[in-house]
């Protein structure tokens, strides 16, 4: 007997908006949770990603509802990459912050470099050593969200990925500010090295911010010109990923998405729109969003894989984040 093309209809409504009303729930308590003692230290995202691994692991998949899960975790996760775009001042990077660039760009390709290196010499998975170290050494989790697509990283990659990096950037930011009454550096100099070394923005914000407002603005100034070479890095990927085979060629296709985060980047900085407005959407909705998005990557979590898959790249990219740590704070006087 053939089901009603209505009823049919209706049951992929519920599968489509239901899924994603699970990933929204989620994240709202996530958002709720993290501003509750230490759960205030790792943030929205990393506390939604938490729960929702928790829920894989106890009660299972949700198979019903899927479909709309997929859809937060791919579709939702490129809008919110989209809009993560209003955070980057561009016009500020390209004339306030070129000398500073050249550091961001040592970073990224240092980070990178010795986390692939170490993974390989430890012989841990390269697709998630090669995204903590995109996420080391560009802007966490939201680095790692946007080149997943890309580079055909699955679900579970992702989900773990941004975890990790978002768990570990944290401690960095916490080890900073302990550390900075020791170091014979100056305010602005303690900036840059957070701005050019910490993981993500709110690391480099927690962290800057304890050597006053001037410290924290050339942090951020140093951080949102790792954030504006994700671009150029997504096309390498990009091109490198169509090369990677033929096969894997017709699965990569070029990131658009990459494109609206260029276009709200520009609205963001050259058109006259509200900073408030500005602000709900870079600081509450795109957030929000993402922690959605990584909601449904979290679902594909399995604890019982966690040891036997990250334990190396997790050693890799802790030890790129110290060589980092240190090879950022050399060049300070460079």
């Known amino acids: 007997m053939e089901i009603p093309a209505v009823t049919l209809q209706k049951s992929n409504s519920i599968?489509?908006?239901?899924?994603?009303?699970?990933?929204?729930?989620?994240?709202?308590?996530?958002?709720?949770?993290?501003?509750?003692?230490?759960?205030?230290?790792?943030?929205?995202?990393?506390?939604?990603?938490?729960?929702?691994?928790?829920y894989r692991n106890l009660f299972g998949y949700p198979e019903d509802i899927r479909?709309?899960?997929?859809?937060?975790?791919?579709?939702?996760?490129?809008?919110?990459?989209?809009?993560?775009?209003?955070?980057?001042?561009?016009?500020?990077?390209?004339?306030?912050?070129?000398?500073?660039?050249?550091?961001?760009?040592?970073?990224?390709?240092?980070?990178?470099?010795?986390?692939?290196?170490?993974?390989k010499?430890?012989?841990?998975?390269?697709?998630?050593?090669?995204?903590?170290?995109?996420?080391?050494?560009?802007?966490?989790?939201?680095?790692?969200?946007?080149?997943?697509?890309?580079v055909n990283?699955?679900?579970?990659?992702?989900?773990?990925?941004?975890?990790?990096?978002?768990?570990?950037?944290?401690?960095?930011?916490?080890?900073?500010?302990?550390?900075?009454?020791?170091?014979?550096i100056t305010a602005v100099q303690f900036g840059i090295w957070s701005g050019i070394s910490l993981h993500e923005i709110g690391h480099v914000a927690a962290a800057a911010a304890t050597a006053g407002p001037t410290a924290l603005t050339i942090g951020l100034l140093a951080k949102l010109g790792r954030v504006f070479l994700l671009i150029p890095l997504s096309i390498i990927l990009s091109l490198w990923t169509r090369k990677n085979g033929q096969e894997t060629a017709k699965k990569a296709p070029f990131p658009w998405f990459l494109l609206g985060f260029l276009v709200t980047s520009i609205i963001g900085t050259y058109l006259p729109i509200p900073k408030t407005i500005l602000s709900v959407i870079s600081n509450d909705i795109g957030p929000f969003l993402l922690a959605a998005a990584m909601v449904g990557l979290g679902l594909n979590v399995h604890l019982s894989n966690l040891r036997s898959r990250a334990l190396r790249p997790v050693l890799a990219m802790l030890i790129a984040s110290i060589v980092l740590s240190a090879f950022s704070y050399f060049t300070l006087w460079f």
Request: charged fraction near 10%; glycine fraction near 12%; charge should be neutral.
């Open 15 to 54: 599968k489509l908006y239901g899924g994603v009303l699970f990933t929204f729930v989620i994240a709202g308590i996530g958002t709720i949770a993290s501003d509750l003692p230490v759960l205030d230290r790792i943030g929205a995202m990393l506390t939604s990603i938490l729960i929702a691994v928790l």
């Open 153 to 184: 990283a699955d679900d579970e990659d992702t989900a773990l990925g941004a975890g990790i990096i978002a768990l570990v950037g944290t401690l960095f930011a916490i080890g900073y500010t302990l550390i900075r009454p020791l170091l014979p």
């Open 121 to 150: 010499l430890f012989k841990g998975e390269k697709m998630l050593s090669l995204l903590l170290g995109i996420g080391t050494g560009v802007c966490g989790a939201a680095a790692i969200a946007a080149v997943s697509p890309i």
């Open 67 to 119: 479909t709309g899960i997929q859809f937060s975790a791919h579709k939702i996760l490129r809008f919110a990459i989209i809009l993560y775009g209003f955070k980057l001042n561009i016009d500020v990077v390209l004339n306030q912050g070129g000398l500073l660039l050249i550091h961001d760009a040592l970073s990224i390709i240092v980070a990178i470099s010795v986390t692939l290196l170490l993974a």
